[in-house]
């Protein structure tokens, strides 16, 4: 004690405080850090649970085979489609939302809770009410259109490549767009309101008002929303698993549905953790472009 | 304010008691096996009698599929009556096979103790066994071996081991309507000259329906068309898929479709979705599992009492019927806590009198040879003598160390050829490179 009274303050306030954090940075190596160096190394070694005493390094061969495989660029394509349709979709419906928030008058409780409903039910309980829904002889959207006379006959939507794509982004959208919601509304609420009295008596109209006062002030929320949006694109699997099943003929296997099958149904980790690595680089990339480009002068 | 506190309150302390629960439950479980564990001294083979209970003791967790007719517990019931020592805790994994297998490989690819004993899937014996996960029970299941129809005990052997009991047997029917249709199709011609007479009309909308969800369903169904029409999947150590048989099978899939005897969402379909279908009676024939016939017959179905069942029609270049043999053994996880207990238990689930149970209750099929010759199931089952043929004649799937990669590779090939995306050749030649590649991979 003597000794570390005898020491600088300032040496001693380091001390403490390195001390005070300890805890939570050892968890946050334990449960963060670890695991992904785990993943890392798994992805360069043949291992699979089922073949337990063959487990050995085989440097880069999982990746090469990844790379090369027709199936890895397939559910690339996939992956990147549904990340561009869904977040399209969600970004527009989400700030419809987020204006209808920000404008109501009256049942404001009312509003918010009604848009806030689909986040709170879990993702697979959605997938598996949206693939109810698309069933071709027993879903509600083709008895539906039926009754309106839009078709005759039923549409079966689950094995049609394009609609079925376009049926799990329709159920994603369902689940996200009142996170997107939440987050402009919040950021609409920090916008001061003498801004736009001052457009007001400046004379701009509605459509002026949103584009130079609205959106850049929304910058930065817009910039946070499309990053977690971005890498909860490309890591959808609860939709994907719930309603088609990667199907029909691979048209909605994702990267992470695609890993999952060598994960858990081919029980072969070293390709599995190569493809959940290659995800992981991907979800960087896209990170750190999302920051050079949509970075703020200030 | 104050009541936002109270509530928050309130859900943090719900929060914390099914954090509790949660760890409670799994303490109990272990130290009391643990202790059964300790006190299982008695070596088995014992003749055990309701008026002579044996004094083995001992603690085994029993996963098993969902059962909505009590069959299951019925059957632990019986064997307490023998084994009063036992404690048998009794847990359901609800949903599709392949959902169960991956709460399960999560506890076995860890080592747990528990689950001991499991309904496991024929297709995941020679997974589970090649990985060490289960008990090896040769000379156990030798003894009795006997008593088991050849098919489904086959299924319990990887490498000339066995590392299951067997418990039912499962294999691909044709359901038919008795009330539209007198004699079942034999062949594929037949099925579609019947279906067009009748589907379409108020009768039943579709001609025939079956199950080709990008998943298992695909590969059983598929394999199933295959071979009624003379094909093959893995023969001697290769496969050569890309011949006629099974360009015939894509094709006559394809025109079943495209001429509306069945329904384009097929593709899509689960055997729930087919029987659902069958059911409102929208459909003439059906291609389903065992389990579909006690439900097409029970009170929530339209069709109920006019359900016929016989063997799938064969196919153009085909001379038999063929079915995919399907179905569930009993395996022990070779982790567990309480072996002599767990073997007990696995033991008597697969008897005479446990399957006797399954059998009238929910509808199972028997592996106990002797239970097709029962006068009491046959009075109540009459449609077991029926269908003995064509489970006889089931066909199993690639029987490989693993089969899911096989089938990840049949499923998106021949989705690909129905739809359409590749032409039969070129989705046929690259799914035999894939496969033969996968095999390799397997030695």
């Known amino acids: 004690m003597k000794k570390f009274n005898s020491l600088k303050k300032s040496v001693r306030d380091n001390i403490v405080g390195y001390t005070m954090i300890l805890p939570a940075l050892l968890l946050l190596v334990i449960i963060g850090i670890v695991p992904i160096i785990i993943t890392v190394s798994y992805s360069f ?18 990746y090469v085979s990844l790379l090369s495989s027709k199936q890895f660029w397939e559910a690339l394509w996939n992956t990147v489609v549904f990340a561009a349709l869904s977040m399209g979709i969600e970004l527009v419906v989400g700030f419809t939302g987020a204006l209808l928030m920000n404008s109501a008058k009256k049942f404001v409780g009312v509003i918010r809770t009604a848009v806030l409903i689909p986040w709170a039910i879990p993702g697979i309980i959605i997938a598996y009410m949206f693939s109810f829904m698309f069933n071709d002889q027993l879903g509600v959207v083709n008895q539906l259109l039926q009754i309106m006379h839009f078709i005759n006959y039923p549409v079966s939507w689950l094995t049609n490549g394009p609609a079925a794509m376009l049926a799990v982004v329709l159920a994603d959208t369902w689940k996200q767009f009142p996170y997107i919601s ?5 950021g609409l609420q920090t916008i001061p309101k003498d801004v736009y009295e001052a457009a007001q008596i400046d004379g701009a109209g509605r459509v002026a008002t949103f584009w130079r006062i609205t959106l850049p002030n929304l910058k930065q929320i817009l910039l946070i929303v499309l990053l977690f949006r971005t890498m909860g694109a490309i890591r959808i699997f609860d939709i994907i698993f719930g309603i088609t099943g990667g199907g029909p003929a691979n048209a909605t296997a994702t990267l992470l549905f695609q890993a999952y099958k060598y994960l858990f149904g081919d029980m072969n980790f070293g390709l599995g953790s190569a493809l959940s690595t290659i995800i992981t680089i991907l979800i960087l990339i896209c990170s750190f472009v999302y920051i050079k480009v949509l970075k703020t002068d200030d | 304010m104050k009541l936002k506190k109270v509530l928050s309150m309130i859900l943090c302390g719900v929060l914390a008691l099914t954090l509790l629960a949660g760890c409670g439950n799994s303490d109990g479980s272990s130290s009391s096996s643990e202790h059964g564990a300790a006190k299982t001294v008695n070596s088995s083979k014992e003749d055990v009698s309701e008026e002579h209970p044996s004094d083995l003791s001992g603690e085994v967790t029993f996963v098993s599929q969902n059962d909505q007719t009590g069959a299951v ?5 019986e064997f307490n009556k023998l084994y009063p020592d036992v404690t048998v805790d009794h847990q359901v994994l609800p949903g599709s096979s392949d959902d169960v297998k991956k709460s399960l490989m999560v506890s076995l690819a860890a080592g747990d103790t528990d689950p001991d004993v499991f309904e496991c899937d024929i297709i995941w014996v020679s997974q589970f066994g090649a990985a060490g996960w289960l008990m090896d029970l040769t000379d156990r299941l030798e003894a009795s071996a006997e008593e088991y129809v050849a098919g489904p005990l086959s299924t319990c052997y990887y490498n000339d081991k066995a590392y299951a009991y067997p418990n039912y047997t499962d294999v691909g029917l044709l359901y038919y309507r008795t009330d539209l249709v007198d004699t079942p199709p034999a062949d594929w011609d037949e099925l579609v000259e019947m279906s067009k007479k009748y589907a379409g009309k108020d009768s039943a909308k579709y001609g025939y329906v079956f199950q080709m969800y990008q998943g298992e369903p695909t590969s059983c169904n598929m394999l199933e068309f295959i071979k009624q029409n003379g094909g093959t999947d893995l023969k001697e150590g290769a496969f050569a898929m890309n011949n006629e048989n099974t360009k015939g099978a894509l094709e006559f899939v394809r025109n079943l479709i495209s001429e509306g005897i069945s329904p384009e969402g097929v593709l899509s379909h689960k055997p729930d979705d087919t029987l659902s279908i069958f059911q409102a009676g929208d459909a003439l024939f059906m291609r389903n599992w065992t389990y579909a016939y006690e439900l097409s017959n029970a009170d929530t179905s339209k069709v109920a009492g006019n359900v016929g069942v016989a063997p799938l029609p064969s196919g153009t270049n085909g001379e038999e019927s063929s079915g995919t043999l399907g179905g569930w053994n009993y395996a022990i996880n070779a982790n567990t806590d309480a072996p002599e207990a767990s073997v007990a238990f696995a033991e008597f689930m697969s008897s005479y009198e446990a399957q006797k149970i ?12 002797a239970l ?5 199931v046959l009075a109540d089952k009459p449609y077991l003598a029926d269908i003995k043929e064509a489970a006889e004649n089931a066909k199993p799937r690639p029987q490989v160390r693993d089969y899911s990669a096989i089938s990840s590779i049949f499923q998106v090939y021949f989705h690909k050829a129905l739809l359409g995306e590749l032409t039969d050749d070129e989705a046929l030649e690259q799914m035999d490179k894939e496969l033969n590649e996968a095999l390799a991979k397997q030695q």
């Open chain 2, 358 to 369: 399954s059998v009238l209750k929910r509808g199972t099929f028997p592996t106990n040879a």
């Open chain 1, 45 to 62: 070694q043949y291992k699979v649970l089922t073949d337990p005493l063959n487990t050995h390094f085989v440097g880069l061969e999982n």
């Open chain 2, 372 to 376: 097709y010759e029962d006068q009491e």
């Open chain 2, 73 to 77: 517990d019925e059957m632990i019931e």
């Open chain 1, 182 to 186: 939440l987050m402009i509304f919040a």
